[in-house]
């Protein structure tokens, strides 16, 4: 099976940084796309960031130009490096794997993957 284990997550004061990471584990051959999401109280689950194996990264308006996505194929890693913090950027941040291949038993298997969420506040 596989498995997303977040970290970074935490409170900082508006215009602070933080950086969160993810890595996933398990007998995995290849992972498509991985991505950031949020969820903030009462809001739907929102596309933050995602990039591509071939390093493609595609941006929420809203986090553009302060936000970025960087992946460690290698490793199976991803980090969010986000800076300019804003008020409106807290929410429940979850780490996702797309398109994980991955070697179990004596088969490969194919899937999507989400971490447990790491919590981001930003004061004003």
């Known amino acids: 099976q596989v498995q997303l284990v977040e970290s970074g997550g935490g409170l900082v004061q508006a215009g602070g940084s933080l950086r969160l990471s993810c890595a996933a584990s398990?007998?995995?051959?290849?992972?498509?796309?991985m991505g950031w999401y949020r969820q903030a109280p009462g809001k739907r689950r929102e596309l933050v960031a995602a990039?591509?194996?071939?390093?493609?990264?595609n941006y929420a308006d809203s986090v553009k130009g302060r936000f970025t996505i960087s992946r460690d194929n290698a490793e199976n890693t991803v980090h969010l490096q986000m800076n300019s913090l804003k008020p409106e950027d807290t929410a429940v941040y979850y780490c996702?794997?797309?398109?994980?291949?991955?070697?179990?038993?004596?088969?490969?298997?194919?899937?999507?993957?989400w971490g447990q969420g790491t919590q981001v506040t930003v004061s004003s």
């Open positions: 398990g007998s995995i051959f290849n992972i498509n796309a």
């Open positions: 990039i591509i194996s071939g390093g493609k990264a």
């Open positions: 996702n794997a797309d398109g994980v291949t991955y070697f179990s038993g004596s088969h490969y298997y194919r899937g999507d993957y």
